[in-house]
């Protein structure tokens, strides 16, 4: 697997955050986001201000100790979904800037127990929230592809390895292959009895049960559960991708 790497969260997650705070106002914040009917754009900026809080403690805790609970889920008020939301991306920068990528942190997926992992884990989220809102006006731009490859590097690195998936009771079997375009990234993945395997080599004599081409950001969405799978060029078991979704 080749792709782009993000070697700079903090910037990426301001230029995203920068696009979200320019939609959510009071006009704005009971819209419907139609990439995720059951929410509206203060619920959006409700599920980004838990995790933001959940990043800050995580960050200060013991790497390798106890368990980090998830914060309870918040009430951001449609009056104040602006100013909460720059409130809390003004702590969540600061612990950022004070906990570089390569520190030591608590983490709840099966990778190095470093900041990065929360770096990108914020970083990814504010990016998929700011196309959702953007949605939910009318107005969508793209992730970029540097972040829309680290998107779906997430999904296999984490949250597949963690148990997260969203057909966790898929039968589907086989090998699948994820070509992002504009970023001449390509993942291998292999779903065998339930399991998932991201495979950097994979055996030459194996064929591919199905396989997916188109931007890195269309390839993201699909995967985080925003579009479907049919906005990308597919060959073969759609199922064995729909198995690969994690929201």
Not at 38 to 67: C, F, H, Q
Not at 145 to 171: T, Y
Not at 218 to 225: E, Q, R, T, V, Y
């Amino acid at each position: 697997m080749s792709k782009l790497r993000i070697t700079d969260y903090l910037t990426e997650l301001k230029n995203e955050a920068g696009g979200l705070g320019e939609i959510v106002d009071t006009a704005t914040a009971d819209r419907v986001v139609p990439s995720r009917p059951d929410t509206t754009v203060a619920g959006v900026i409700a599920d980004l201000v838990r995790l933001y809080r959940w990043t800050r403690t995580a960050l200060n805790a013991v790497p390798g100790g106890p368990d980090v609970p998830r914060p309870s889920p918040v009430d951001v008020p449609v009056q104040r979904a602006a100013e909460i939301f720059e409130e809390e991306l003004f702590l969540l920068e600061a612990a950022l800037e004070t906990h570089p990528h390569d520190t030591p942190a608590w983490t709840w997926a099966p990778v190095d127990h470093r900041a990065e992992f929360w770096h990108r884990r914020v970083t990814v989220a504010t990016g998929l929230a700011r196309w959702d809102v953007q949605m939910a006006v009318g107005a969508t731009a793209p992730v970029p592809a540097g972040l829309a490859a680290e998107a779906i590097s997430e999904v296999f690195e984490a949250f597949l390895p963690a148990g997260e998936r969203r057909e966790a009771e898929s039968e589907a079997a086989g090998l699948a292959q994820l070509f992002a375009q504009d970023a001449d990234a390509t993942w291998f993945v292999r779903l065998r009895e339930g399991r998932v395997a991201l495979l950097d080599h994979p055996d030459a004599r194996a064929g591919l049960q199905a396989r997916a081409a188109g931007s890195a950001s269309d390839i993201a969405l699909a995967l985080w559960g925003r579009l479907p799978f049919g906005i990308c060029d597919i060959v073969g078991d759609e199922a064995l991708l729909q198995a690969l979704r994690v929201a």
